[in-house]
């Protein structure tokens, strides 16, 4: 379990209900924990990436992104990785540059999945949108706040199309969702193969 306080009143995130999340189809074809977990382990390295502004979390409109730092937020997803038997490696730049620098070595370097709230490069960035199509990595857009329901420059995304998926408005926990869904869902059936 692990505990976040934001948005006023702590949230607990279960992770035995994320169980469900997985579908009957592609449990069957999961071999025992065991051996599932020990292939997850040799495969899986992940990457979180936070973009523009991310570092004044917890300080920036806390009635918007919440009280959460940046440090406590990456320390609470390493031990939600360690739960799903991942690796991650947590980076943070407000320069497009050095994002884009970033997801080319994760790239590179093997990784299977990328978790990104890129802050306003979403809405403005070919640069990271490129990169992504470019790099092939499977990657996740999360944003903190419901951006659909926000000022309308908020509602495109130039990275989106280019994801996996996107998970908008569920607080902080987008990131262990999205992190759950590269450890569990993104190339399950090939690590039964
Ligand atoms: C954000 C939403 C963006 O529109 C904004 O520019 C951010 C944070 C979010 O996490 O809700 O910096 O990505």
Same mark, same amino acid.
């Given at each position: 379990? @692990? ?12 992770? +035995? +209900?994320f169980?469900? +999340?997985? =579908?009957r /189809?592609? /449990? ?6 065991? =051996?599932?977990? #020990? ?10 990436? %936070?973009?523009? %502004? ?5 300080? #920036? ?15 609470? @997803?390493?031990?939600?990785? /360690? ?18 620098? /970033? ?5 590179? #370097? ?5 978790? +990104? ?6 809405h403005?960035?070919?640069?990271? #949108?490129?990169c ?31 994801? =996996? ?6 607080? @902080? ?21």
């Amino acid at each position: 379990m @692990l505990e976040y306080a934001q948005f006023g009143s702590p949230q607990q995130v279960s992770f +035995f +209900f994320f169980e469900g +999340f997985v =579908s009957r /189809k592609q /449990k069957k074809s999961f071999p025992g924990n065991a =051996s599932r977990d #020990r292939l997850r382990n040799i495969m899986k390295k992940i990457g979180i990436l %936070n973009g523009v %502004n991310l570092n004044r979390l917890g300080l #920036r409109e806390p009635e918007i992104y919440g009280k959460t730092t940046l440090d406590d937020l990456e320390h609470n @997803l390493q031990e939600t990785a /360690k739960t799903l038997g991942v690796e991650i490696e947590c980076f943070q730049s407000n320069h497009e540059g050095a994002l884009v620098d /970033k997801i080319c070595e994760w790239a590179d #370097r093997g990784f299977s999945g990328i978790v +990104f709230n890129p802050g306003a490069f979403t809405h403005t960035s070919i640069a990271l #949108r490129d990169c992504i199509a470019g790099c092939a990595v499977p990657t996740i857009e999360v944003h903190i706040s419901n951006v659909y329901s926000r000022e309308e420059f908020r509602h495109t995304s130039l990275i989106a199309p280019v994801c =996996s998926g996107q998970i908008a408005g569920l607080g @902080l926990a987008g990131y262990d969702l999205a992190l759950f869904w590269h450890a569990n869902v993104n190339g399950a059936l090939l690590v039964t193969q």
